[in-house]
T-cell receptor
Framework: GQNIDQPTEMTATEGAIVQINCTYQ??????LFWYQQHAGEAPTFLSY????GLEEKGRFSSFLSRSKGYSYLLLKELQMKDSASYLC?????????????FGKGTTLSVSS | EPEVTQTPSHQVTQMGQEVILRCVPI?????FYWYRQILGQKVEFLVS????????KSEIFDDQFSVERPDGSNFTLKIRSTKLEDSAMYFC?????????????FGPGTRLTVL
């Protein structure tokens, strides 16, 4: 079956660093994606990993270990606008390898 | 910056009625998708579409659902006979290709309420 686990909620303060973990068990794997979703809005792409290791993109970094079925999203220098849900999604190889399988998301609250 | 657009932003319908949700993908993209998100729950894949046919569909995408690209720009999702449990936010997405590095760009969504 398909299973993607993330913590439900996290809190942090402005300027801090936060790490959001994601573990996955899927029948196939063709990349792991992180999306940000503000309440009532569409998911917006943050990063993706296909190979093991760290990908850095400005204040955001994402790490992948395929052997452990594990990823994390690291957010540095937190700002109030980073308060949102962070969605971990695995691209399955499935029928055509197009579907993104999403976790339930981690709601991050950043306070001053 | 190019973006995916969706209409309407909100749709209210009676149970058993047909609804059509419309999307205009980014113009040079070749792959189109529909996802849904029931309030408070995770985003769920419905269907992907390429070269005028369905590439992949989930168990949710049963005979009540259909997709169409009626012209060169629109991509539609039709629900033939809506049920209460179809109430959700429906997101359209598009991508240039299907390689792992091809991110899927999401539209703003249509909130469907079935009464």
């Amino acid at each position: 079956g398909q299973n993607i686990d993330q913590p439900t909620e996290m809190t942090a303060t402005e300027g801090a660093i936060v790490q959001i973990n994601c573990t996955y068990q899927t029948s196939g794997f063709n990349g792991l994606f992180w999306y940000q979703q503000h309440a009532g809005e569409a998911p917006t792409f943050l990063s993706y990993n296909v190979l093991d290791g760290l990908e850095e993109k400005g204040r955001f970094s994402s790490f992948l270990s395929r052997s452990k079925g594990y990823s994390y999203l690291l957010l540095k220098e937190l700002q109030m606008k980073d308060s949102a849900s962070y969605l971990c999604a695995v691209r399955d190889t499935g029928q055509a390898g197009t579907a993104l399988i999403f976790g339930k998301g981690t709601t991050l609250s950043v306070s001053s | 910056e190019p973006e995916v657009t969706q209409t309407p932003s909100h749709q209210v319908t009676q149970m058993g009625q047909e609804v059509i949700l419309r999307c205009v993908p980014i113009s040079n993209h070749l792959y189109f998708y529909w996802y849904r998100q029931i309030l408070g729950q995770k985003v769920e894949f419905l269907v992907s579409f390429y070269n005028n046919e369905i590439s992949e569909k989930s168990e949710i995408f049963d005979d009540q659902f259909s997709v169409e690209r009626p012209d060169g720009s629109n991509f539609t999702l039709k629900i033939r006979s809506t049920k209460l449990e179809d109430s959700a936010m429906y997101f359209c997405a598009s991508s240039e290709g299907q390689s792992s590095y091809n991110e899927q760009f999401f539209g703003p969504g249509t909130r469907l309420t079935v009464l």
